[in-house]
């Protein structure tokens, strides 16, 4: 069974620290992508980051210098720890799956909500 399962996310002030958690079951989290998307109220979903299996990342701009995305492929994991939040961080965060060899994330979680207060 395919399955994305976040958690971690909650309420912090601006300039503080959270870190999201993503479970994935083996059968999407071998040699995949992973990433974190996120979409704020009234707004688009936007890839935050991603994550090849070989542990190459890379970042949406808004992010860069502030968020770090990891894997550990031993326990099926990925993180992205989210450090200096800012109120315009404020979104549901979701993680997701890219199948090696295609262009589009197709496993999505639930989503885990994140709110920063200024």
């Known amino acids: 069974q395919v399955q994305l399962v976040e958690s971690g996310g909650g309420l912090v002030q601006a300039g503080g620290s959270l870190t999201l958690s993503c479970a994935a079951s083996?059968?999407?989290?071998?040699?995949?992508?992973m990433g974190w998307y996120r979409q704020a109220p009234g707004k688009q979903r936007e890839l935050v980051a991603g994550?090849?299996?070989?542990?190459?990342?890379n970042y949406a701009d808004s992010v860069k210098g502030r968020f770090t995305i990891s894997r550990d492929n031993a326990k099926n994991m990925v993180y992205l720890q989210m450090n200096t939040l800012k109120p315009e961080d404020t979104a549901v965060y979701y993680c997701?799956?890219?199948?090696?060899?295609?262009?589009?994330?197709?496993?999505w979680g639930q989503g885990t909500q994140v709110t920063v207060s200024s």
């Open positions: 083996a059968s999407i989290f071998s040699r995949n992508v």
């Open positions: 997701a799956a890219k199948i090696r060899g295609t262009s589009d994330y197709s496993y």
């Open positions: 994550i090849t299996s070989g542990g190459n990342a």
